[in-house]
């Protein structure tokens, strides 16, 4: 085992303390011993943090995102659980008052000053899963709408949370992700989003464009971030019962299921996985 350079400094430290003693010259050697104590400190304080595996996870207070916060924190995980209403997140806030390994934390992915300020205030945690989650999802009206009634409104804000704002936060986290040791960033996309196995009617217009466009957004960062062995994943959850809406769709699967199985995929995930679009089965998706 290599030793650190931190314990490398200490032992001179301690050695420079020792002869300062040996030659009675004990106002220096105090100042030493307590510098090399906070040393101490501050590097145990250091592994503390990064001691567990760390997920930061966007939208984290419904949905598959709080199903993950569950399931990863049954598996001893620190969760960085992020809300854009921290105040309204009951069950979240439930979590986290039972296990203080559960961070909860205020963002709105479209707040790009509040995405580079988490990021900075997390600077010296390593994140091993960065999982962008939160999505502007379709609602009843917005999914039927056609060419004569679309909100171009809710067009851009399509885009602003399901496309740019995980491009965002890949970019305010990347060297969080870097210094960790599974390096992944799985960003939940959608079947919407391929021009394959979405459905093939004219529906869910702006949700199946932000999909397409975060699939783009990441595939291509995919090339640029593999030489730092990151490995960035484009994940469907299956048609999962989050609202009561899709609950009564066919096949639709439970949230803690998708999760888990999602979970399974997540764990078998190798670098040559990298800018892949895939299922919660691990199947291959198509573009
Ligand atoms: N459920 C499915 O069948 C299905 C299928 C395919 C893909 N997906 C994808 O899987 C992910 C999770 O789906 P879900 O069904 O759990 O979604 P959901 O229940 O609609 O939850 C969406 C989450 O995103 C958050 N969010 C929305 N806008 C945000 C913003 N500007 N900043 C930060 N957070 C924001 C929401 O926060 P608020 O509570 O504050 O609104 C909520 O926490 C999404 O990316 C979705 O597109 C889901």
Same mark, same amino acid.
């Given at each position: =085992?290599?030793?650190?350079?931190?314990?490398?400094?200490?032992?001179?430290?301690?050695?420079?303390?020792?002869?300062?003693?040996?030659?009675?010259?004990?106002?220096?050697?105090?100042?030493?011993?307590?510098?090399?104590?906070? =040393?101490?400190?501050?590097?145990?304080?250091?592994?503390?943090?990064?001691?567990?595996?760390?997920?930061?996870?966007?939208? !984290?207070?419904?949905?598959?995102?709080?199903?993950?916060?569950?399931?990863?924190?049954?598996?001893?995980?620190?969760?960085?659980?992020?809300?854009?209403?921290?105040?309204?997140?009951?069950?979240?806030?439930?979590?986290?008052?039972?296990?203080?390994?559960?961070?909860?934390?205020?963002?709105?992915?479209?707040?790009?000053?509040?995405?580079?300020?988490?990021?900075?205030?997390?600077?010296?945690?390593?994140?091993?899963?960065?999982?962008?989650?939160?999505?502007?999802?379709?609602?009843?009206?917005?999914?039927?709408?056609?060419?004569?009634?679309?909100?171009?409104?809710?067009?851009?804000?399509?885009?602003?949370?399901?496309?740019?704002?995980?491009?965002?936060?890949?970019? !305010?986290?990347?060297?969080?992700?870097?210094?960790?040791?599974?390096?992944?960033?799985?960003? /939940?996309?959608?079947?919407?989003?391929?021009?394959?196995?979405?459905?093939?009617?004219?529906?869910?217009?702006?949700?199946? =464009?932000?999909?397409?466009?975060?699939? =783009?957004?990441?595939?291509?960062?995919?090339?640029?971030?593999?030489?730092?062995?990151?490995?960035?994943? /484009?994940?469907?959850?299956?048609?999962?019962?989050?609202?009561?809406?899709?609950?009564?769709?066919?096949?639709?699967?439970?949230?803690?299921?998708?999760?888990?199985? /999602?979970?399974?995929?997540?764990?078998?995930?190798?670098?040559?996985?990298?800018?892949?679009?895939?299922?919660?089965?691990?199947?291959? /998706?198509?573009?």
């Amino acid at each position: =085992m290599q030793a650190s350079p931190a314990f490398g400094h200490l032992i001179c430290l301690v050695g420079l303390c020792l002869i300062f003693w040996h030659h009675g010259l004990m106002n220096i050697s105090v100042p030493i011993l307590v510098a090399t104590s906070m =040393m101490i400190a501050s590097a145990s304080a250091t592994k503390a943090m990064n001691d567990k595996p760390t997920v930061l996870i966007t939208g !984290a207070n419904r949905g598959i995102g709080l199903e993950f916060v569950r399931q990863l924190a049954d598996r001893d995980w620190r969760i960085i659980a992020t809300a854009r209403s921290p105040d309204d997140a009951v069950e979240l806030r439930g979590l986290a008052t039972e296990n203080p390994d559960i961070l909860i934390e205020q963002l709105d992915v479209t707040d790009h000053k509040q995405v580079d300020a988490l990021a900075e205030r997390y600077k010296n945690q390593a994140i091993d899963i960065l999982l962008l989650n939160a999505a502007l999802g379709p609602t009843p009206k917005t999914a039927m709408s056609q060419l004569a009634t679309l909100d171009w409104e809710v067009g851009r804000q399509s885009i602003e949370v399901n496309a740019i704002g995980p491009m965002k936060v890949s970019q !305010a986290f990347m060297e969080h992700v870097q210094a960790s040791q599974k390096k992944q960033i799985i960003a /939940m996309s959608s079947d919407s989003g391929s021009f394959v196995a979405g459905s093939q009617a004219p529906i869910l217009y702006h949700y199946k =464009m932000s999909k397409a466009a975060l699939n =783009m957004y990441l595939h291509t960062l995919a090339f640029e971030t593999r030489k730092h062995g990151v490995t960035i994943v /484009m994940l469907h959850p299956g048609i999962v019962a989050t609202n009561p809406g899709l609950s009564k769709m066919p096949g639709a699967l439970k949230t803690a299921d998708s999760v888990a199985q /999602m979970l399974t995929v997540i764990d078998g995930l190798t670098p040559e996985d990298n800018g892949h679009f895939i299922d919660y089965r691990g199947e291959s /998706m198509p573009w």
